[in-house]
């Protein structure tokens, strides 16, 4: 009987999944569902638990039965959504945790650019979607370097991008206790950088930290 419960639990959130146009995985469902954890077999019951466990599933499999991982996502479904995933909302996370505020970093970077030429006017992307990639990244240094891509690489502002990455960078490095190397010497991986000679993110990290 207790078996026949637990299919029927599958078939009608696979289902509803279905409905919604959402992937799952069915074998590792499956499997979860069958360990006979009562806790996890509630959680997952709600549409918000399933939604939870169809996240970690894809973005973090290992977490994907950790229940207070499940219990924490259901409850921030919104705030992964409009990050643009789970590893980046972690990462946000994380980082707010330690005192980096992306809202603040974000009219930071502007301001930067409003001091040089540039007068913090916007030509390609957002100082916001500049942080928000980078938190595909779980190292500072290489989240550092990818906001500096986005600003000197993606020529974000109408002018002074190279000069508006290197203060930003250095900005992001105090907040986070890395040490940068000479002003001088991110200029030249600016430069580099605009000029597409360098692209990979934890080359350029290495670039810029000692």
């Not at 069958?34 to 996240?55: H, P, Y």
């Not at 007068?119 to 595909?136: E, Q, R, V």
């Not at 550092?144 to 190279?162: E, L, P, T, Y």
Request: proline share 1%; glycine share 8%.
């Amino acid at each position: 009987m207790n078996k026949l419960r637990k299919a029927l639990l599958v078939f009608i959130l696979l289902l509803s999944n279905f409905v919604v146009g959402q992937s799952c995985n069915f074998d590792d469902f499956v499997n979860d569902i069958s360990r006979n954890n009562t806790a996890f077999d509630n959680l997952v019951k709600q549409e918000d638990g399933f939604k939870a466990w169809q996240i970690l599933a894809d973005e973090a499999p290992n977490l994907r039965t950790n229940l207070d991982e499940l219990d924490l996502v259901s409850k921030n479904l919104s705030a992964i959504k409009s990050t643009g995933g789970y590893v980046k909302w972690k990462n946000l996370d994380e980082l707010a945790k330690g005192g980096f505020n992306a809202t603040s970093f974000a009219d930071e970077i502007v301001t930067l650019n409003k001091a040089t030429d540039g007068g913090g006017i916007l030509l390609n992307g957002t100082p916001s979607s500049a942080i928000n990639s980078a938190m595909y990244y779980e190292i500072a240094a290489e989240q550092g370097a990818s906001i500096f891509r986005s600003i000197s690489g993606g020529h974000m502002f109408i002018n002074g991008n190279k000069r508006t990455a290197v203060a930003a960078f250095q900005s992001f490095a105090r907040q986070h206790g890395l040490k940068t190397v000479s002003h001088q010497q991110m200029m030249n991986v600016a430069t580099q950088v605009a000029t597409g000679k360098v692209t990979d993110v934890s080359q350029i990290a290495k670039m810029l930290i000692k």
